[in-house]
């Protein structure tokens, strides 16, 4: 299986200048660093003790903050990698000023460009996040005795059903880590059924705060809420801002003063999401820093990455997106930190734990229909709930995460 795997890798870097001309055009790609992914290194690896985090996106990224901050502080290690296969998730650790991490486009995972980055970072740990699974990535590191982690490690019923199809080679591949933490319990079960050989279930590193996010305190945004009822849909994703509109449309005829915020996932969307609304006759307004709404928008449509602290601390009312169409859901958890209260639709398969708990502590409510989701908004929008109970019950949780979480990478 590896074979054909490593003839897919090599066809794939063949056919790749094409690929990335297209991304480039499509904005999806850097046009100076995407050389990065071809192991050309643009940073320098420092003298010392270096750690490499790897996450496919912004939230394996934004999950791994609270530990890179932690890493900061330790005099024992000298250096932080972090790399990641997306344009925005490079951005995201802007925000914060970590002067320890360095920020590279993941190779692509062929034997002889692995090698080469591996051999020029070095790392003394590596930690691949939620899913990412290379197998020419794990074969060297295993190879090199480069200590690997599975972090926050998560296997759906899906992708077990496919590495379980491939068992020769999955446990050739999972029996390789040296440590694994799965972020839930199903993904526990399945991992074990994997031979993982050293299995520890701590928690989600997602209940835990980030206690550096910065918050761009928008004056000017703040004043204008204070005359609006104001709810949020946030990470959503294709058809599901058409519903948000839908909503909207019908709850303005009780709230006049409605204004609806829409985070899309991808923001890439933006434009096509303005377009769509406005065409069913809803007023738009793209958000930028400092800019004041004008009178009469319905839709306040945010087109940047790493805001959604600022929206979560000034609205309390959020839709979690990727749950009204087959996607699986989003992570709640930031908006619970923030004070949030939630609502999803039925497709919540990726964080099914995490629901359960909040549906249990009555911050999470589900809606299976547009008309459903608008009488949750109609209870929402009409009372003021407070959920700061279940906050300190999340930062507790969280913290005890954090610390246990750097007490096995240590020991490993």
Same mark, same amino acid.
């Given at each position: 299986?590896?074979?054909?795997?490593?003839?897919?890798?090599?066809?794939?870097?063949?056919?790749?200048?094409?690929?990335?001309?297209?991304?480039?055009?499509?904005?999806?790609?850097?046009?100076?660093?995407?050389?990065?992914?071809?192991?050309?290194?643009?940073?320098?690896?420092?003298?010392?003790?270096?750690?490499?985090?790897?996450?496919?996106?912004?939230?394996?990224?934004?999950?791994?903050?609270?530990?890179?901050?932690?890493?900061?502080?330790?005099?024992?290690?000298?250096?932080?990698?972090?790399?990641?296969?997306?344009?925005?998730?490079? =951005?995201? #650790? @802007?925000?914060? $000023? *970590? %002067?320890?991490?360095?920020?590279?486009? &993941?190779?692509?995972?062929?034997?002889?460009? +692995?090698?080469?980055?591996?051999?020029?970072?070095?790392?003394?740990?590596?930690?691949?996040?939620?899913?990412?699974?290379?197998?020419?990535?794990?074969?060297?590191?295993?190879?090199?005795?480069?200590?690997?982690?599975?972090?926050?490690?998560?296997?759906?019923?899906?992708?077990?059903?496919?590495?379980?199809?491939?068992?020769?080679?999955?446990?050739?591949?999972?029996?390789?880590?040296?440590?694994?933490?799965?972020?839930?319990?199903?993904?526990?079960?399945?991992? =074990?059924? #994997? @031979?993982?050989? $050293? *299995? %520890?279930?701590?928690?989600?590193?997602? &209940?835990?705060?980030?206690?550096?996010?910065? +918050?761009?305190?928008?004056?000017?945004?703040?004043?204008?809420?204070?005359?609006?009822?104001?709810?949020?849909?946030?990470?959503?994703?294709?058809?599901?801002?058409?519903?948000?509109?839908?909503?909207?449309?019908?709850?303005?005829?009780?709230?006049?003063?409605?204004?609806?915020?829409?985070?899309?996932?991808?923001?890439?969307?933006?434009?096509?999401?303005?377009?769509?609304?406005?065409?069913?006759?809803?007023?738009?307004?793209?958000?930028?820093?400092?800019?004041?709404?004008?009178?009469?928008?319905?839709?306040?449509?945010?087109?940047?990455?790493?805001?959604?602290?600022?929206?979560?601390?000034?609205?309390?009312?959020?839709?979690?997106?990727?749950?009204?169409?087959?996607?699986?859901?989003?992570?709640?958890?930031?908006?619970?930190?923030?004070?949030?209260?939630?609502?999803?639709?039925?497709?919540?398969?990726?964080?099914?734990?995490?629901?359960?708990?909040?549906?249990?502590?009555?911050?999470?409510?589900?809606?299976?229909?547009?008309?459903?989701?608008?009488?949750?908004?109609?209870?929402?929008?009409?009372?003021?709930?407070?959920?700061?109970?279940?906050?300190?019950?999340?930062?507790?949780?969280?913290?005890?995460?954090?610390?246990?979480?750097?007490?096995?990478?240590?020991?490993?």
């Amino acid at each position: 299986m590896i074979i054909i795997y490593r003839f897919l890798i090599n066809l794939l870097i063949i056919f790749s200048p094409l690929i990335i001309i297209y991304r480039i055009i499509i904005k999806k790609e850097d046009k100076k660093r995407f050389i990065e992914k071809f192991a050309f290194s643009s940073r320098q690896r420092k003298i010392g003790n270096l750690y490499w985090f790897h996450g496919a996106s912004v939230g394996e990224l934004k999950s791994i903050i609270p530990l890179l901050i932690k890493f900061e502080r330790d005099k024992t290690i000298n250096q932080v990698l972090v790399t990641s296969n997306t344009l925005s998730s490079s =951005k995201i #650790l @802007k925000n914060y $000023n *970590l %002067k320890k991490v360095v920020h590279q486009f &993941f190779p692509i995972d062929s034997n002889f460009i +692995i090698k080469k980055f591996i051999n020029y970072w070095k790392p003394n740990k590596v930690f691949l996040i939620d899913s990412e699974i290379w197998p020419n990535l794990i074969f060297f590191l295993s190879k090199k005795k480069i200590p690997l982690i599975l972090l926050n490690a998560r296997i759906t019923n899906k992708t077990f059903i496919r590495w379980h199809f491939l068992k020769k080679f999955s446990e050739q591949i999972f029996t390789k880590f040296n440590l694994c933490l799965p972020a839930n319990l199903e993904s526990k079960t399945y991992l =074990k059924e #994997l @031979k993982v050989k $050293n *299995l %520890k279930y701590i928690g989600n590193l997602k &209940f835990i705060k980030n206690i550096r996010e910065n +918050i761009n305190d928008n004056k000017k945004f703040s004043e204008y809420l204070k005359t609006k009822k104001v709810w949020c849909a946030s990470s959503t994703h294709e058809n599901e801002e058409l519903i948000c509109g839908l909503a909207h449309k019908n709850l303005k005829k009780k709230y006049k003063n409605l204004l609806t915020v829409i985070i899309p996932r991808h923001i890439n969307r933006v434009s096509i999401i303005k377009n769509n609304l406005e065409k069913s006759g809803l007023r738009v307004q793209i958000h930028k820093k400092e800019n004041k709404i004008q009178d009469g928008i319905d839709i306040y449509l945010v087109s940047s990455y790493g805001e959604t602290a600022l929206f979560y601390n000034k609205i309390k009312n959020i839709f979690m997106g990727g749950s009204l169409v087959k996607h699986g859901g989003q992570n709640p958890l930031e908006a619970i930190r923030y004070g949030c209260r939630i609502i999803n639709g039925p497709f919540i398969s990726n964080f099914k734990e995490i629901y359960d708990y909040l549906k249990k502590e009555r911050i999470s409510y589900q809606a299976n229909s547009l008309t459903k989701l608008i009488k949750i908004l109609d209870k929402f929008l009409s009372n003021s709930l407070k959920t700061n109970t279940v906050q300190n019950k999340i930062r507790i949780i969280g913290n005890e995460i954090l610390e246990q979480t750097c007490n096995e990478i240590k020991k490993t």
